[in-house]
């Protein structure tokens, strides 16, 4: 006894494979809806049993086709399209596999799928990935379908649907057209592809902002691109990729990491020269959490901006902030770059007054240097030794980077900072910061 399920495509007599001609002709007794029939009478032998069922009647299909095997005939059960896409495959496997009973030689015959036939009639948009969608809740949750048009929106499939509307079942697909323009371009491009490959075939290519829901019916397949399809005379095309390729090159590399923080960051309060300032420490640390820890005043990263270009002073508490400054620019610009945590005065000062020598090499910098831009990513210590300067008016800098990290004194030195309304400052709050965050935020008024 054999069991052949066999897809007939969708409808055109050349989109019917030859094997499945072969199989068909062999065939004792032909099961499927009845509307199937005329695609292909033409190819079963003269004393063949064609029993017709209704559009809804596929369980009852799949029960009959098993039950009426029987040794010596071939059963077979007829799906448009490919037998195992939203068709009968399934269900007489599934079906066969309860009656172990009977030795059945099961076989599946493939057939030309709705999606790639109109796929061939569109050109190229299955160029990259891409999944289908019934919409039919026939056998489906609703709850389950829409968690598939969210992955399928927001993972940029190019996206085919199958039974997208009928009579009865018309909200579903306006539906899908609501999640997707969440997440896709209103240009996006939309084709809907009625009785493919058949006499009364018709292509209509839209976008999904003017995508017309009404003029899709059961015969209809939709298919949606992805952000990168595009239409080409009457054809829509998705690139590979190869167009797109990934970047290799330094600077392409960092062009791209930017854009991609900056398609990430949330919020909307920042002034450009912030958000770029932000996007730099979040370049440097792969962390997100400094886009919330970042404070600044005064238009700090501006105004930094024009006193770095015309050559200004730059002072660090330590040596690893003056390495992380960008030599490229610090040269280009001719601004010096001082740390005086090694001096040997500051380590002098440092023992006879009993402090640190970051305290100290800030103490030593701000006798030379009153007005420089101070850049403060280790050391607690050299931050409070600035606020305490400022507040006594003994100096005026252009500015206090503030980003000292680790736990004793740290909050707290912040804190002081951020009390003092008198110069630009920039402060990455909590205990979180260091010296390639601070010098980060440098080399963003670097390059603002």
């Known amino acids: 006894m054999k069991l052949s399920v066999v897809g007939i495509g969708p409808g055109g007599q050349e989109y019917i494979l030859p094997i499945a001609q072969s199989v068909l002709a062999d065939a004792d007794v032909v099961i499927g809806y009845h509307y199937y029939f005329q695609f292909i009478e033409h190819l079963l032998k003269e004393n063949c ?21 029987e040794k010596g005939k071939h059963i077979v059960v007829i799906s448009s399209g490919d037998a195992g896409i939203y068709a009968m495959a399934s269900l007489v496997y599934q079906y066969a596999s309860t009656q172990t009973d009977k030795d059945i030689d099961l076989q599946t015959i493939p057939g030309i799928s709705a999606f790639i036939a109109s796929a061939g009639k569109l050109g190229a948009p299955l160029g990259h990935d891409f999944c289908c969608i019934s919409l039919s809740d026939l056998m489906t949750p609703w709850t389950t379908i829409e968690k598939r048009i969210h992955a399928a929106a927001t993972g940029d499939f190019v996206t085919s649907l199958y039974n997208p509307r009928s009579k009865k079942r018309f909200w579903q697909l306006n539906r899908l057209k609501e999640i997707f323009l969440k997440h896709r371009s209103p240009t996006t491009p939309v084709a809907v592809i009625r009785q493919v490959t058949r006499p009364d075939e018709h292509i209509t290519i839209t976008t999904l902002g003017e995508f017309d829901t009404e003029i899709v019916d059961m015969f209809s397949l939709v298919m949606i691109g992805n952000s990168q399809t595009y239409q080409f005379k009457n054809f829509l095309v998705t690139p590979r990729g190869y167009l797109a390729r990934k970047p ?19 919020r909307t309060d920042l002034p450009r020269a912030d958000k770029w300032a ?25 105004k930094w901006n024009d006193y770095l270009i015309n050559g200004g002073t730059i002072i660090t508490d330590v040596t690893m902030v003056q390495s992380g400054i960008t030599k490229e620019f610090t040269g280009k610009y001719q601004n010096q770059v001082l740390c005086y945590l090694n001096d040997p005065e500051a380590t002098a000062l440092a023992q006879s007054e009993n402090i640190t020598r970051s305290q100290a090499g800030i103490r030593l910098a701000l006798a030379k240097h009153p007005n420089a831009l101070y850049v403060v ?44 309304t008198s110069i630009p400052y920039v402060i990455i709050r909590e205990r979180k910061g260091g010296s390639n965050v601070a010098a980060s935020i440098v080399n963003a008024a670097f390059t603002l």
């Open 49 to 69: 049993e064609c029993i017709g069922k209704e559009l809804t009647e596929e369980e009852a299909r799949a029960v009959l086709a098993v039950n009426r095997c």
């Open 248 to 266: 290799h090159t330094g600077q392409e590399i960092q062009d791209e990491s930017f854009r991609q923080i900056a398609e990430s960051l949330q």
């Open 278 to 302: 932000v996007m730099r420490c979040v370049h440097t640390t792969a962390d997100f959490e400094y886009e919330n820890l970042y404070l600044s005043s005064n238009n700090a990263i501006e």
């Open 377 to 420: 990513g280790n050391a607690p210590t050299a931050l409070f030794e600035l606020c305490e300067q400022i507040i006594d008016e003994k100096c005026k800098p252009v500015g206090v980077v503030g980003a000292p990290v680790g736990f004793v004194n740290v909050v707290e030195s912040k804190l002081k900072l951020q009390a003092i």
